[in-house]
T-cell receptor, first 113, second 116 residues
Framework: DAMVIQNPRYQVTQFGKPVTLSCSQT?????MYWYQQKSSQAPKLLFH???????NEADTPDNFQSRRPNTSFCFLDIRSPGLGDAAMYLC????????????FGPGTRLLVL | AQKVTQAQTEISVVEKEDVTLDCVYE???????LFWYKQPPSGELVFLIR??????QNEISGRYSWNFQKSTSSFNFTITASQVVDSAVYFC?????????????FGTGTLLAVQP
């Protein structure tokens, strides 16, 4: 089945220690998104890639970076995680077009100690 | 301004009851899309439905039905004969087009608890 895969499902890191979350997709979608979701809140878009074109949301902290080496993979790098970065991180993909459906992966729950 | 309001923070029902989740949206666009997603305790956002602004027909899929009314800017979701497996957070979202890509503006979600 075509899908969006996120690894790991749970990640524990230490305050200030860089961490990378990964996302892969078999849907062959052009667009990939990263969302941050804190407890009892709606998902918040951090950035997205349209092919290799990176689009950052205006309020995304510089601490968050992303890489997309090819169509299938996208990474979220948190350079110096703080306690406030503990959250669920969701990856999504969509085709290019006028408001195509976004399909989400299972998420990675990040804990910062 | 573009905004989605889900006024119901939490709803608790007993199994087999019908339940309606409300969604009210704001947009000045004439063409827009509305979505519902389900987020079970596992965390994954599961796509349920996508509806464009030109299609006001109600939709039914099994026990799920959606009522779209442009006159009141609402896109409500009804679960008939609820089951424990329906327990989840449900998000309504407005899709906005920003050039080559699109963005979702989510409501704050409604936590549905179905008691056995």
């Amino acid at each position: 089945d075509a899908m969006v895969i996120q690894n790991p499902r749970y990640q524990v890191t230490q305050f200030g220690k860089p961490v990378t979350l990964s996302c892969s997709q078999t849907l062959n979608h052009n667009v990939m998104y990263w969302y941050q979701q804190k407890s009892s809140q709606a998902p918040k878009l951090l950035f997205h890639y349209y092919d290799k074109d990176f689009n950052n949301e205006a309020d995304t902290p510089d601490n968050f970076q992303s890489r997309r080496p090819n169509t299938s993979f996208c990474f979220l790098d948190i350079r110096s995680p703080g306690l406030g970065d503990a959250a669920m991180y969701l990856c999504a993909t969509s085709r290019t077009g006028r408001v195509e459906t976004q399909y989400f992966g299972p998420g990675t729950r990040l804990l910062v100690l | 301004a573009q905004k989605v309001t889900q006024a119901q923070t939490e709803i608790s029902v007993v199994e087999k009851e019908d339940v309606t989740l409300d969604c009210v949206y704001e947009t000045r666009d004439t063409t827009y899309y509305l979505f519902w997603y389900k987020q079970p305790p596992s965390g994954e956002l599961v796509f349920l439905i996508r509806r464009n602004s030109f299609d006001e027909q109600n939709e039914i899929s099994g026990r799920y039905s959606w009522n779209f009314q442009k006159s009141t800017s609402s896109f409500n979701f009804t679960i008939t004969a609820s089951q424990v497996v329906d327990s989840a957070v449900y998000f309504c979202a407005l899709g906005v087009y920003g050039g080559a890509t699109n963005k979702l503006i989510f409501g704050t979600g409604t936590l549905l608890a179905v008691q056995p």
